[in-house]
C-alpha cells in the first residue's frame, strides 16, 4: 500500500485525530526514514524501502528558523494552533541535538503562541539517555508508544532493533516520573507466515501490568487507520477497542479511545 514522507523540517498544520491542529516538527530527513523500530503499520514504509534517500538530518539552525517562520505567519493571520508536535519521518529522538531544538521550540512557542502545548510521537526507545528524558521532562505531552509487553509479539508488530527489547523499555517508562500518554495500537495479522494477535488476554494481562507500573497520566488505543507497508495486518474494530478500553479502566486507568 501507498506510504508517505514528510518533505520539510516544519510541516501542517494538520488536522489531529487526537491532538487538535498541529504543527508538525520533523527531524529527519525529508526523503527518507530514520527510526529504532520498523512497525509493521507505519505510515512511512519500512525502513529498509525508505533508506536510499540523503539520510541527512535537519540542523538545529535550520529547524529553528523554520518554525520560527510558520510561527510568525500564523501568528499574524490569527490562525487557531492548539498544539506543535514533534514527529515526522521515524523516531524524533534520535536526533542528536533534539535536546537543543526542545530548548528552542519552547521559546519560539513561548513567544507566539504561550497557550499551544509541546507534544512528542515517540518510540521510547531513547528514553535511557540522559539528555532525551531531559528534554521530555520540559515536553506537555509525551506520548510514548507501548504496542505490547510480550517479547515475540513486540518483535513482529514493532520489529525494533535487535538491541532493543521490549522489557527495558517498560522498565525506562517506569522510572520517567514526568508526564507520559502511552499510546497502544491494537492490531492482528501475519508476518512470514508467524500470526500476532495483541489483543488476546494474555496480552492484555502483560499490559495491564506494564501500565501499573509505568503509571501513565492516560492511554491514548486505537488501530488502524491508513495505508500500512504491509497488507497481511489488519484493524481492530472500534466495538472491540471499546471492550478493551472497559477492561482497562476497570483496572484504574483514563483510557480515550480514537
Same mark, same amino acid.
Given at each position: 500500500?501507498?506510504?508517505?514522507? /514528510?518533505? $520539510?523540517? &516544519?510541516?501542517?498544520? =494538520?488536522?489531529?485525530?487526537?491532538?487538535?491542529?498541529?504543527?508538525?516538527?520533523?527531524?529527519?530527513?525529508?526523503? %527518507?526514514? =530514520?527510526?529504532?523500530?520498523?512497525?509493521?503499520?507505519?505510515?512511512? %514504509?519500512?525502513?529498509?524501502?525508505?533508506?536510499?534517500?540523503?539520510?541527512?538530518?535537519?540542523?538545529?539552525?535550520?529547524? @529553528?528558523?523554520?518554525?520560527?517562520?510558520?510561527?510568525?505567519?500564523?501568528?499574524?493571520?490569527?490562525?487557531?494552533?492548539?498544539?506543535?508536535? /514533534?514527529?515526522?519521518? %521515524?523516531?524524533?529522538?534520535?536526533?542528536?541535538?533534539?535536546?537543543?531544538?526542545?530548548?528552542?521550540?519552547?521559546?519560539? @512557542?513561548? @513567544?507566539?503562541?504561550?497557550?499551544?502545548?509541546?507534544?512528542?510521537?515517540?518510540?521510547?526507545?531513547?528514553?535511557?539517555?540522559?539528555?532525551?528524558?531531559?528534554?521530555?521532562?520540559?515536553?506537555?505531552?509525551?506520548?510514548?508508544?507501548?504496542?505490547?509487553?510480550?517479547?515475540?509479539?513486540?518483535?513482529?508488530?514493532?520489529? $525494533?532493533?535487535?538491541?532493543?527489547? &521490549?522489557?527495558?523499555?517498560?522498565?525506562?517508562?517506569?522510572?520517567?516520573?514526568?508526564?507520559?500518554?502511552i499510546q497502544t495500537l491494537f492490531c492482528k495479522g501475519e508476518i512470514d507466515g508467524v500470526s500476532f494477535d495483541n489483543t488476546t488476554d494474555d496480552e492484555l494481562n502483560a499490559l495491564i501490568k506494564a501500565y501499573k507500573a509505568i503509571r501513565p497520566d492516560s492511554i491514548m488505543i486505537y488501530s488502524l487507520s491508513r495505508n500500512t507497508p504491509v497488507d497481511t495486518?489488519?484493524? &481492530?474494530?472500534?466495538?472491540?477497542?471499546?471492550?478493551?478500553?472497559?477492561?482497562?479502566?476497570?483496572?484504574? /486507568?483514563?483510557?480515550?479511545?480514537?
Amino acid at each position: 500500500m501507498d506510504t508517505f514522507l /514528510f518533505d $520539510a523540517p &516544519v510541516f501542517g498544520p =494538520v488536522i489531529s485525530r487526537r491532538l487538535g491542529v498541529s504543527l508538525g516538527i520533523n527531524l529527519l530527513p525529508p526523503d %527518507g526514514k =530514520v527510526c529504532s523500530f520498523n512497525c509493521l503499520y507505519c505510515e512511512c %514504509g519500512l525502513n529498509e524501502e525508505r533508506r536510499t534517500g540523503s539520510r541527512q538530518l535537519p540542523s538545529r539552525t535550520l529547524v @529553528r528558523e523554520k518554525l520560527e517562520e510558520r510561527l510568525q505567519i500564523m501568528k499574524a493571520a490569527g490562525d487557531e494552533l492548539n498544539v506543535i508536535t /514533534f514527529a515526522g519521518n %521515524g523516531e524524533p529522538t534520535l536526533h542528536p541535538e533534539f535536546a537543543k531544538i526542545v530548548e528552542d521550540t519552547l521559546l519560539l @512557542r513561548d @513567544r507566539f503562541f504561550p497557550k499551544v502545548k509541546i507534544s512528542v510521537l515517540s518510540n521510547a526507545t531513547q528514553l535511557g539517555k540522559t539528555s532525551v528524558s531531559g528534554a521530555l521532562a520540559k515536553i506537555d505531552n509525551n506520548i510514548l508508544k507501548l504496542d505490547s509487553a510480550v517479547e515475540s509479539t513486540f518483535r513482529l508488530i514493532n520489529n $525494533a532493533q535487535k538491541s532493543i527489547h &521490549v522489557e527495558d523499555i517498560i522498565c525506562n517508562l517506569s522510572a520517567f516520573r514526568h508526564r507520559i500518554i502511552i499510546q497502544t495500537l491494537f492490531c492482528k495479522g501475519e508476518i512470514d507466515g508467524v500470526s500476532f494477535d495483541n489483543t488476546t488476554d494474555d496480552e492484555l494481562n502483560a499490559l495491564i501490568k506494564a501500565y501499573k507500573a509505568i503509571r501513565p497520566d492516560s492511554i491514548m488505543i486505537y488501530s488502524l487507520s491508513r495505508n500500512t507497508p504491509v497488507d497481511t495486518i489488519y484493524k &481492530v474494530e472500534k466495538k472491540n477497542l471499546e471492550i478493551i478500553a472497559t477492561k482497562l479502566r476497570e483496572n484504574g /486507568f483514563t483510557v480515550e479511545v480514537a
